[in-house]
């Protein structure tokens, strides 16, 4: 079985300030890691994801994020906050052909 | 189309109707996935095509639930004799190959409010 733990329902930050989402798992395979952004009233949309190779993935919008197997983790991170960054981030882990495991999302706060 | 399109976006009903709710994924794409996401909470797996076969249905919560998508393209989600905890925003997403690492891309969701 499989499981994603975000850290914090709710993140809020400074406009230009580093933004940091917390992402933990577990699986019992090697995972397949994304991050995914979910705006008001509109579908979710993939931001990045780890397959295999270079543990440290960039992704639309000046994300990444970094997949420390030591710490089960996959934090999302972006260097300088932006208004139109508030939203909701969801982690997800998918093991299996298909079938993801999301976390229960982030809401981020940018203020001015 | 562009992108996934699910319809209808919102849907209230009795407790104890049925409804269906309509995905139409992005054309030609060969997996079609159906999502739960009730409020504060992420997604959860519902069921999975692969062209018209449905491979897992193994997040179906209940015998009240199906869903098929009979000719590899739409997708209907039913639900029978709804009752007030399937009350949800049920997500759509589609995909064009096969492999873990396939990109899903989501529809914006069908908001059912049982009352």
């Known amino acids: 079985a499989q499981s994603v733990t975000q850290l914090g329902s709710h993140v809020s930050v400074s406009e230009g300030a580093l933004v940091l989402l917390r992402c933990n798992y577990s699986?019992?395979?090697?995972?397949?890691l994304f991050w995914y952004v979910q705006y008001p009233n509109q579908g979710l949309q993939l931001l990045l994801k780890?397959?295999?190779?270079?543990?440290l993935v960039k992704g639309i919008n000046g994300f990444e994020a970094e997949f420390k197997k030591s710490e089960t983790s996959f934090h999302l991170t972006k260097p300088s906050a932006h208004m139109s960054d508030a939203a909701e981030y969801f982690c997800?882990?998918?093991?299996?052909?298909?079938?993801?495991?999301f976390g229960d999302g982030t809401t981020l706060t940018v203020k001015p | 189309g562009a992108g996934v399109s699910q319809s209808p976006r919102y849907k209230v009903a009795k407790r104890g109707q049925d409804v269906a709710l309509r995905c139409d994924p992005i054309?030609?794409?060969?997996?079609l996935f159906w999502y739960q996401q009730a409020l504060g909470q992420g997604p959860e797996f519902l069921t999975y095509?692969?062209?018209?076969?449905?491979?897992?249905k193994s997040g179906l919560p209940s015998d009240r639930f199906f869903a098929e998508r009979p000719e590899g393209s739409v997708s209907t989600l039913k639900i029978q004799r709804t009752q007030q905890e399937d009350s949800a925003v049920y997500l759509c997403?589609?995909?064009?190959?096969?492999?873990?690492?396939?990109?899903?891309?989501f529809g914006p969701g069908t908001r059912l409010t049982v009352l």
């Open positions: 997403a589609s995909s064009s190959g096969t492999g873990l690492d396939n990109e899903q891309f």
């Open positions: 699986s019992s395979v090697p995972p397949y």
């Open positions: 780890y397959t295999t190779g270079a543990t």
């Open positions: 997800a882990v998918s093991p299996n052909a298909g079938k993801s495991t």
């Open positions: 054309s030609g794409h060969v997996s």
């Open positions: 095509f692969q062209n018209e076969a449905q491979l897992d």
